[in-house]
């Protein structure tokens, strides 16, 4: 089971120990599981997910996207009151793309700390985030679709440094609505509802419902991409958004998983 990789086209998918890339594994990655297909990603998450009908499918569709490296992404922002489990969201979305060890973090207080965690993670998750400025606002919009910064290697050295920035950003808060229209234009809002008395459950019992159907769950995913990109092949929308890439592959994914455009958009 060591060292195996994903294989997804649009005929399906399978476990290979070949592959033509090389994988450096991160001294904080975690082991992913071996995902298990034919199951139904709407019922399989749903459990865990606590939005309304609306939110929900556009979680789903953003959850799947994830998986679509070469396009642009929509940044997440969990914006909803206390108690409505925030974090765990977060927790959550982290555990099925890039398991580690080190998982949400505040956001980072200078804006070159910023870069230099959008440059070492694919997915970075801030926890708690309050106001951005406009300089956080702008980074955070160019890592969105990709964007490269050139520092000198050393402060005494002519020699230059290139860091390439494309991410997967959550964010998650009480309050974070973006105010730039920019930042804006490029998140997707997900509230959740309060959790009820009735309905908590401890973290202990939570992560351990989670982790039974975790596989079940990350096969879903990846039998649905194989049946998005078989979709987004021959995909034609009237309009689309500023977001093209990331609009397209969300409306293919959409289909796979049987929700009407009408409905999803």
Not at 21 to 28: G, I, M, N
Not at 51 to 60: A, S
Not at 124 to 153: E, H, I, Y
């Amino acid at each position: 089971e060591l060292y195996q990789c994903i294989v997804i086209n649009s005929n399906g998918w399978k476990l290979t120990r070949e592959s033509k890339y090389v994988f450096l594994k991160r001294a904080d990655m975690k082991k992913q599981v071996i995902p298990i297909s034919g199951g139904n990603l709407q019922e399989l998450l749903s459990p865990f997910v606590n939005m309304n009908r609306n939110n929900y499918i556009l979680f789903l569709t953003y959850l799947v996207h994830c998986f679509f490296y070469n396009s642009s992404h929509f940044i997440a922002i969990i914006s909803s009151r206390q108690g409505s489990g925030k974090s765990t969201l977060t927790n959550l979305i982290q555990l099925l793309i890039d398991p580690t060890l080190s998982t949400k973090t505040l956001l980072p207080t200078s804006i070159e700390e910023l870069k230099n965690h959008l440059a070492t993670t694919m997915l970075v998750a801030f926890d708690n985030t309050k106001k951005l400025s406009d300089d956080f606002s702008d980074v955070l919009c160019a890592a969105t679709t990709g964007t490269t910064v050139v520092r000198r290697k050393l402060f005494k050295d002519i020699e230059m440094m290139i860091l390439t920035l494309k991410n997967i950003i959550v964010l998650n808060g009480i309050d974070i609505v973006p105010k730039k229209a920019d930042l804006l234009e490029r998140s997707l809002l997900f509230e959740l509802k309060k959790i009820t008395p009735n309905k908590r459950m401890t973290d202990k019992k939570f992560w351990s419902s989670f982790q039974e159907k975790r596989a079940e769950i990350l096969g879903a995913i990846f039998d649905t991409i194989a049946k998005a990109l078989a979709i987004r092949e021959t995909l034609q929308l009237e309009e689309t958004h500023r977001m093209s890439d990331a609009y397209t592959d969300m409306c293919a994914i959409a289909l796979a998983l049987d929700i009407p455009l009408d409905e999803f958009e």
